[in-house]
């Protein structure tokens, strides 16, 4: 019996260790295909928005001891930008959307329908990134451009950012409104769990003081349930970071060229890794592909800063899925 509890004991733990040491391999793999980029470019990859692959069939040149194609230029500020305001619009999206979700199917729904209700909501985060694109490149596009858009640069042109040429419906808005969606199921879960957890008393004893169903949710969202509200919402963040290919369809993916309003095309980081990697691969040189790879290294520290911002704040307990301390 010992000798199988020490099994069992060091299997559990191997296990246990697997996904910090592939999260930690990973990084350093992507790292090292990004240091010719650092050595080539320096701290001008974060204060351009150029991006050009150069002439990769002419002879290389070397520059700071490096060989890449002639005319090569590399710039984040593009993508970054992107990427993040993408993903704040979606969060901006997504949570009213998930937390009038939750007060509805806390406070206002039967037992059973709210199960149905629950089960529906977090199919949703099962469909495939790629049919939100497509569906955003058929219905939403179009929508966008013939609609919401022109109404918005008619009657919303005093907000800062509203004012501008409309395009094709692609572009930050669409982007948002898709990545919103695809959130959703994750922000709503996590905060409806949340409630879930609540002491069957606090919510009689709100509504004993007089507190309506409006005021009970909103006080069990931002008091009572706030880490476990803050962890799903960075949990959605997440998501949005890292999303690509139903970004990739509605975004307009341009190079060199920043967005001058919230119609423009943009692009973003994870984007812009999956639309560039195959010319990547031909450069000779592999200065592209470690274009590529520091891209991915700065995707990957955003995300493991809202990791770990979302941990100071809300506590490891609320990201899985109950309160912490």
Known sequence: ?????????????????????????????????????????????????????????????????????????????????????????????????????????????????????????????????????????????????????????????????LKGEIYSGAGLIASGIILSFMIIPIVTSVIVNSFDSVPKEVKEGLFSLGATKWEVGKYLTTSYSRASTVGGTLLGLGRALGETMAVLMVSGAVTNILPASFYSATNTMAAAIASLLDSALTDSTRMNLAALAALGVVLMAISLTVSLIGRKIAGRGSLRGYEGD
């Open 1 to 161: 019996m010992k000798a199988t509890n020490r099994i069992f004991n060091f299997l559990t733990f191997l296990m246990a260790i697997v996904p910090a040491v592939a999260l930690i391999s990973i990084f350093v793999f992507v790292f090292q295909e990004s240091l010719p980029l650092w050595k080539f470019s320096g701290l001008s990859f974060f204060t351009t928005y150029l991006w050009n692959p150069g002439f990769q069939y002419q002879q290389p040149i070397i520059v700071h001891g490096i060989l890449a194609p002639p005319g090569a230029q590399f710039g984040l500020d593009l993508f970054l930008l992107g990427t993040l305001s993408t993903s704040a619009l979606a969060i901006l999206i997504a949570f009213p959307i998930s937390f009038l979700i939750t007060l509805n199917v806390e406070l206002y729904l039967p037992a059973g329908i709210k199960k149905f209700t629950v089960s529906m909501i977090e199919l949703f985060a099962g469909i495939p990134s790629v049919v939100y694109g497509l569906w955003g490149i058929i219905v939403l596009e179009p929508i966008l451009f013939r609609s919401v858009e022109p109404w918005m640069a008619q009657h919303l042109s005093f907000v800062p950012g």
